[in-house]
């Protein structure tokens, strides 16, 4: 038998530190590159669900090339390949996507999006992904050592790179000296991580991967099976569908922005870090009956989770549920791990399945589905595997005693839930007007009540944020209600303006398209809307556009990029009422998106925008913006006064206006926005979202 000296310690620290420092770039690029261009795409949930998409495909082709390299080449040539495949990425460098690549339409942006990622930080995320499994695979071939903990310091690494982002760089940093930031940190990993693979190919060198000495790391045993490899497949895409779903919910719902989406993907993470840390820290009787509460909790997502008001609370409930369900996953997924010899073929299979889930959820089920069925297709499959590792374990109590008696009443019950999570779902389009689904989400109408019941109404839903609604009966049905109604800062300002004089009226967002019920004879309006689903049941299923008085025109594409493309318009009133979850995306709130808005308006002319949400104070974004122009941002809140008020909803407006503007004299309800000491103008480079959590 072969033997080796003892690694020297400065080596186990080259391994960890380079396996770190690419742990840690591959994951902070993720929040940076997709802020980057979210604005560009909408600022939809969708964009960050196909950058996921686009960096799980990355990480499989990087392991592939992992366990190919780790395969069919001599130390040498290792080296030598992988040196020049660093030296080439650095070309890509800074990785910051050039403005080109904006859209100039509305179609389904998803191969746009991979396009860009692809040509931007394609090749650099490609060899960051590789590092992990290579350089392990290196260490345990020099060292003797099985070096699965390793890859739970790539996790830490990469926990520790999505934490750090919303707290420390977001908020201190421009994404622009972020991308710098992150490309001179990757050539610094590119130099030691080319140092590391000639170091690997000295001394011990040309010792092929199957030697005696790698023979004694490992404990004895087979090549694992098909039957093993499958698992962990599956294992893995079930985590997978699972983060992309609970992510989905909470950057739909309410508000789609990197410390949300960061959230599931570090609990995610986390489970991968305990799992591979050590066997002990998963124990199978206390996740077991942890999974049976989380699978419930997740199973009732549609009711259960989307507490008003409570954004803290829903973040909390569904994270920990993530946290069980993905501890199960990863626990049983490393019960089956391999000796090292074959830990590249593992890491292969392991990313293939974070692909697949991907795939599945990222990009086939919003083009096959018309609901959100994959998350339950995800949770049934999670609940189906779990219970099947539970029950091949020949060792497990279950094979004793009453076990048996328990194992049929697990899988009656695991056909319980397969049953109620499937009937939960089909509730959620179930009884609706229409229902449909695209690259933006999930829309849905519906009635609720009939004629003659006064406060009967059509509503528009957005995943399940309220995007419009149209009283029923003849005597409301072209009444301007909701967020809209005359009492609302909008409504006011609609109304309280001269009579006879004809107004040039933009809107940012077209929802229902209630506020075509303010048009008077003569008035035009042009409507900026995105989503062209959200423009065929506004014509089918609403009559707000064809009942109105006023010249309606809409155009389809994203609000400020439509109007970046125009000469002024001049507006008398530009409204700015788009929504991404339940807020407006950033890209309309920055300093660039008001010039852009002010270039439209006539002198004089009044911007009005929307800023009712339960999650995010934007008043200051607000007030640093029109400060900027010289302007003066006055808030209109209006609260429902009674309880039998049916035709007004609770709203903020905020009206930007010339200081000492007569437009405000007269309207109700009105404060002048204070400045707050210390907070930072939002441009288009600089964004910080958690600094405004209410």
């Not at 908020?171 to 690997?200: D, E, L, V």
């Not at 069980?324 to 990863?330: A, D, G, L, T």
């Not at 626990?331 to 991907?358: D, H, I, N, Q």
């Not at 122009?629 to 006064?641: F, I, P, Q, R, S």
Request: aromatic share 12%; with cysteine.
């Amino acid at each position: 038998m072969t033997t080796s000296r003892p690694a020297p310690r400065w080596e186990a620290y080259l391994y960890a530190a380079t396996i770190f420092l690419s742990a840690f770039l591959l994951f902070q690029v993720q929040p940076i590159i997709a802020k980057v261009v979210l604005p560009w795409f909408g600022g939809s949930s969708a964009v960050w669900s196909t950058c996921m998409l686009f960096f799980q495909l990355a990480l499989l082709l990087g392991y592939l090339y992992a366990h190919w390299l780790h395969d069919v080449r001599s130390g040498k040539q290792q080296a030598v390949v992988h040196t020049l495949l660093l030296a080439v990425s650095l070309i890509a460098l800074p990785v910051l996507p050039n403005a080109s690549w904006k859209p100039a339409g509305a179609d389904n942006p998803s191969l746009r999006i991979l396009e860009l990622l692809t040509a931007t930080i394609g090749l650099p995320y490609f060899m960051l992904s590789a590092t992990s499994p290579l350089l392990q695979s290196w260490y345990a071939r020099r060292n003797q050592g099985i070096p699965y903990r390793l890859f739970a310091l790539s996790n830490v690494a990469s926990m520790l790179a999505l934490l750090t982002y919303p707290v420390l760089v977001e908020p201190n940093f421009s994404t622009r000296f972020q991308g710098h930031a992150w490309s001179g940190g990757y050539a610094i990993f590119a130099i030691a991580c080319a140092f590391t693979a000639w170091h690997a190919s000295s001394s011990r060198a040309e010792a092929p991967v199957e030697t005696a000495a790698m023979e004694a790391a490992d404990s004895p045993g087979e090549a694992p099976g098909w039957q093993t490899r499958l698992l962990w497949l599956g294992l893995s895409a079930c985590g997978s569908i699972l983060l992309l779903g609970v992510t989905t919910f909470l950057t739909q719902d309410v508000a789609s922005i990197p410390f949300l989406w960061i959230v599931p993907l570090s609990i995610y993470l986390l489970t991968f870090i305990i799992c591979f840390d050590s066997p002990r820290w998963y124990n199978r009787g206390i996740f077991y009956p942890l999974l049976a509460v989380g699978l419930a909790m997740l199973g009732g997502f549609q009711r259960t989770l989307n507490l008003p008001d409570r954004m803290r609370v829903t973040i909390t409930v569904s994270s920990l549920a993530l946290f069980v369900c993905c501890m199960v996953c990863h626990g049983e997924m490393v019960r089956l791990k391999p000796p090292s010899r074959y830990l590249t073929g593992f890491y292969l299979m392991v990313s293939a399945g974070g692909a697949v889930g991907g795939l599945f959820a990222g990009l086939l089920a919003p083009n096959l589905f018309n609901a959100n069925y994959e998350f339950p297709i995800g949770l049934t499959a999670t609940a189906i595997l779990a219970t099947y590792m539970l029950l091949r374990d020949r060792s497990s109590w279950l094979r004793r005693g009453w076990g048996e008696a328990v194992g049929v009443a697990i899988i009656l019950s695991v056909v319980s839930y397969v049953s109620y999570v499937g009937t939960k779902t089909v509730d959620t389009i179930r009884g609706y007007r229409a229902v449909g689904r695209n690259f933006y989400g999930l829309l849905r109408v519906i009635d609720i009540g009939q004629p003659p019941e006064e406060d009967s109404y059509r509503e528009l839903l957005h995943g399940r944020i309220d995007h419009g609604i149209q009283m029923l009966t003849p005597k409301y049905r072209r009444s301007a209600v909701e967020y809209f109604c005359p009492a609302s800062g909008i409504g006011q300002a609609m109304t309280h303006r001269p009579d006879g004089v004809p107004w040039h009226i933009g809107i940012v967002g077209l929802g229902t398209g209630t506020l075509a019920a303010y048009g008077r004879p003569g008035d035009s309006i042009e409507i900026y809307e995105i989503n062209p689903l959200v423009l065929q049941l506004a014509h089918t299923q609403f009559t707000y556009l064809d009942d109105s008085a006023a010249k309606i025109d809409v155009a389809l594409g994203d609000g400020r990029l439509s109007l970046e493309s125009q000469s002024s318009r001049q507006f008398d009133m530009l409204v700015v009422d788009a929504f991404s979850g339940d807020s407006v995306p950033v890209h309309l709130l920055t300093v660039e998106a008001f010039k852009t808005y002010f270039h439209h308006l006539k002198p004089g002319g009044v911007l009005s925008v929307n800023i009712t949400n339960r999650y995010l104070n934007l008043e200051p974004v607000m007030e640093t913006a029109s400060r900027a122009y010289g302007k003066e941002a006055v808030v209109l809140d209006y609260e429902t006064k009674s309880s039998s008020e049916f035709l007004c909803t609770a709203s903020s407006w905020v009206l930007i206006v010339d200081k000492n503007s007569p437009v405000l004299n007269g309207l109700e309800g009105q404060r002048l926005i204070t400045e707050r000491a210390g907070f930072r103008t939002w441009t288009d480079d600089y964004s910080n979202m958690f600094g405004i959590l209410r």
